[in-house]
């Protein structure tokens, strides 16, 4: 029987089988049994396209290893991992554009420790690809030198070696996730969140297997309402000129759903640090005490500043798949394939440009949008990126 815990995994069998054996392996070692097969190790990489659940199957995997019932999903050991609070389970969520070797050093001596309420100390790192080399490093003695009862579980997009180092990489047990289908997509909108047959449906296809994709166009008429946009976009490409002001449109929707998902928390983390040193205070020597504390202020705003760019990459990068889609739409409407599209709504001017553009074309169209992810990934501005994208698609 599978474990509660895993029930957010959608279409992972494969994947919460071998967790599932694990976590029970783990249970038996904890009570001092002997044992032959289930695979536990003490370092995991989870590998698998974005939106595949690969955060969700390591705290998963991490609630199962410190529930007493290998994840029943009720207890304060799972509700605790789960949310984020558990004492002897530390995540590292990067904001910004890398995790910083000071960080990742902290975080391994802390897990070095013995577990204080749990059964394991877990260490869980997403986003793993974010490692600096030297944060790399720090984390590497870690698990080459790994402590009884410590568990190393690291997300990364996939198994390239540029992604996440290779030395690493073998000290790990791969989970690798696929995809999701849209129909088990689909079903976790209905059962989950309640959402209606169609908008699910609807939903889940055009999140192109993103799971947190299609729960936020279910839910936000915002999102809805930025992809109606990107998906305008071929129409407005009607000149030079136009290239450039849809590039420029295109920019500052995502600065704007960028700065809308951290606004809130700059602020709320800014007057949590100004109130911890003293902000307000008219005691004496209040105001010297602020005076003193400007660098803290400063290293704050950085890190904000680094969450802020890294927001605006993802929003811009959630753009360029769901442009993606609406290419992918026509070239496969001009071969006749018998596959559903990915933008039904948009179906109608897919099947228009089909009958305008020739095949090749629309190819040449969809490896410009990829292109400009692969240039936006590799620290190109991104502005100069979209732009030469606009043109690209204007020229065909």
């Known amino acids: 029987m599978t474990p509660p815990v895993f029930d957010a995994l959608v279409g992972q069998e494969d994947a919460v089988e071998t967790l599932t054996r694990?976590?029970?392996?783990?249970?038996?070692?904890?009570?001092?049994?002997?044992?032959?097969?289930?695979?536990?190790?003490?370092?995991?990489?989870?590998?698998?396209?974005?939106?595949?659940?690969?955060?969700?199957?390591?705290?998963?995997?991490?609630?199962?290893?410190?529930?007493?019932?290998?994840?029943?999903?009720?207890?304060?050991?799972?509700?605790?991992?789960?949310?984020?609070?558990?004492?002897?389970?530390?995540?590292?969520?990067?904001?910004g554009l890398s995790i910083a070797v000071g960080d990742m050093r902290a975080l391994?001596?802390?897990?070095?420790?013995?577990?204080?309420?749990?059964?394991?100390?877990?260490?869980?790192?997403?986003?793993?690809?974010?490692?600096?080399?030297?944060?790399?490093?720090?984390?590497?003695?870690?698990?080459?030198?790994?402590?009884?009862?410590?568990?190393?579980?690291?997300?990364?997009?996939?198994?390239?070696?540029?992604?996440?180092?290779?030395?690493?990489?073998?000290?790990?047990?791969?989970?690798?996730?696929?995809?999701?289908?849209?129909?088990?997509?689909?079903?976790?909108?209905?059962?989950?969140?309640?959402?209606?047959?169609?908008?699910?449906s609807w939903a889940a296809a055009a999140a192109q297997g993103h799971v947190g994709r299609a729960r936020r166009l279910a839910r936000d008429p915002q999102a809805r309402a930025r992809r109606d946009a990107v998906l305008a976009v071929p129409r407005r490409l009607t000149g030079v000129g136009a290239c450039f002001d849809a590039a420029n449109s295109f920019i500052e929707a995502a600065e704007a759903e960028a700065a809308a998902s951290v606004t809130d928390v700059d602020a709320r983390e800014r007057a949590d640090?100004?109130?911890?040193?003293?902000?307000?205070?008219?005691?004496r020597g209040a105001s010297t005490a602020i005076r003193g504390a400007q660098g803290q202020l400063k290293d704050l705003e950085r890190r904000q500043k680094s969450r802020a760019t890294r927001a605006q990459r993802d929003a811009m990068d959630r753009a360029l798949v769901d442009l993606a889609g609406f290419y992918r739409d026509v070239i496969a409407h001009s071969f006749g394939a018998p596959v559903d599209p990915v933008h039904a709504d948009t179906a109608e001017l897919s099947t228009a440009a089909a009958e305008k553009w020739t095949p090749e074309s629309a190819l040449r169209r969809l490896e410009a949008v990829l292109e400009c992810r692969t240039a936006i990934e590799a620290n190109v501005k991104p502005r100069i990126a979209v732009e030469a994208m606009m043109l690209a698609l204007w020229r065909g």
Request: proline share 7%.
């Open 22 to 95: 694990a976590s029970r392996a783990a249970g038996a070692i904890v009570r001092g049994e002997s044992v032959t097969e289930g695979g536990m190790t003490h370092a995991w990489l989870f590998t698998g396209p974005p939106g595949s659940g690969r955060s969700v199957a390591a705290r998963a995997f991490a609630a199962a290893l410190q529930c007493p019932d290998g994840g029943c999903g009720v207890c304060t050991a799972c509700h605790t991992t789960l949310g984020g609070t558990h004492a002897d389970v530390r995540f590292v969520v990067p904001e």
């Open 108 to 200: 391994v001596l802390r897990a070095a420790s013995s577990p204080t309420q749990g059964r394991w100390q877990v260490l869980l790192v997403e986003d793993a690809d974010r490692l600096t080399e030297a944060a790399g490093n720090a984390l590497l003695k870690a698990i080459e030198e790994p402590p009884p009862r410590t568990v190393f579980l690291l997300c990364t997009p996939s198994t390239h070696p540029d992604d996440i180092s290779v030395t690493i990489r073998s000290r790990c047990r791969v989970v690798p996730l696929r995809q999701p289908r849209p129909e088990a997509i689909a079903v976790l909108l209905r059962k989950r969140d309640g959402t209606d047959d169609g908008t699910a």
């Open 273 to 283: 640090l100004e109130i911890a040193l003293g902000a307000g205070g008219t005691g």
